[in-house]
């Protein structure tokens, strides 16, 4: 009695089980296509896989012509319908779908990174130099660049020269089909940072904040001295010049603290004093300049150092004393010394 109820629930058993496994191939046989309200594909060609999931054995076939790369396009659903079931596919389920949105992927490369890559590719050669110093031309606007989806890899330069001025890159592709070639031409120049002048200036002009600017300008143009605006500012003109030209730094001088016909002041200075006299510049100088001044007191002419606005250092020789004859020495007290000026100069004891 026992193996008949043992056998009787164990028929029961794979019974069930039977019918579990048959209503689940009936679900994988009876599942229909269900229509895709949003589609990516990375090929040129629209597949009926792309658009409707449980596509089947049609999966492969190719119903539209995709969109431009990295665009979106949009199907209406019968017009998708109506290609489907030209290859035999019915039953679809549109979910109330109006419309199927198509979007071609890319691998997009912009303009300033190509521009970028191109610099750096003709970094140090011919003579140019860093890949920031470098103005690109190119003789057609390069804009941004799409490829394929697949095309994963880096720019990667594969032919240079420098003239004609021809660049080529390819751009690896993750699968086995050839890479993708990309050619510019164009025209690279170095150029420098430079001090250019906003107003004409005149020989002996100081430069003022408002006088200069800070521009790119050729290297052939302004060669390898170009002055920085920094380094002009408040320095003194050599030469004249145009408002827009680079100013070099052949061209600057230190500003002249003492002008030709000047009244400035002679300064004498030895052990233990300072005296000072007015005087004329006989020249212009800047500071550590030898200029020749009048002596206004004497009407002599006598050489000095600038050291200062309207301020000329004169050298006085320190006379040296014949040394002490001790043996025949005095011990009367040296008689005191004395100093006569004029109402032209004054004497001051030097500071210790």
Request: without cysteine.
């Amino acid at each position: 009695m026992m193996n008949a109820r043992a056998l009787l629930l164990a028929a029961a058993l794979l019974a069930a089980t039977s019918v579990t496994a048959l209503a689940q191939d009936s679900d994988e046989i009876i599942a229909g296509p269900v229509l895709r309200a949003s589609v990516t594909v990375e090929s040129d060609v629209v597949r009926i896989g792309d658009v409707i999931d449980n596509a089947g054995t049609s999966a492969q076939i190719a119903i539209y012509r995709a969109p431009d790369l990295g665009t979106t396009g949009s199907l209406p659903t019968a017009q998708v319908i109506a290609a489907l079931q030209a290859h035999q596919v019915i039953g679809v389920d549109t979910r109330d779908i109006k419309a199927v949105s198509v979007t071609r992927l890319s691998r997009s490369f912009e303009a300033k990174e190509i521009e970028s890559a191109v610099a750096h590719t003709l970094e140090h050669r011919s003579g140019l130099g860093d890949a920031a110093n470098l103005n690109l031309t190119f003789d057609r606007d390069v804009g941004d660049v799409r490829l394929e989806a697949s095309n994963t890899g880096a720019l990667q330069p594969i032919s240079v020269r420098y003239e004609p001025r021809d660049v080529s890159f390819e751009v690896s592709n993750e699968n086995n089909t050839p890479s993708a070639k990309l050619r510019f031409t164009g025209i690279a120049i170095e150029t420098v940072e430079a001090a250019v002048l906003t107003r004409n200036v005149e020989r002996s002009d100081i430069l003022k904040s408002g006088d200069v600017v800070t521009e790119r300008r050729p290297k052939a143009e302004v060669g390898g001295d170009a002055a920085v605006r920094s380094r002009a500012l408040g320095m003194q003109m050599r030469k004249q010049l145009r408002a827009g030209q680079a100013i070099k730094i052949a061209d600057l001088a230190k500003p002249d603290l003492v002008q030709r016909d000047d009244n400035v002041t002679l300064i004498f200075e030895s052990a233990g004093l300072y005296l000072t006299i007015r005087g004329k510049a006989m020249e212009a100088g800047t500071e550590g300049d030898v200029v020749n001044v009048i002596n206004l007191q004497s009407k002599r002419t006598v050489s000095g150092v600038v050291i200062g606005r309207d301020q000329v250092a004169i050298s006085v020789a320190t006379p040296r004393l014949p040394a002490a004859d001790t043996s025949d020495a005095s011990t009367e007290p040296a008689a005191p010394v004395s100093i006569a000026t004029s109402n032209h100069a004054q004497v001051s004891p030097k500071a210790e």
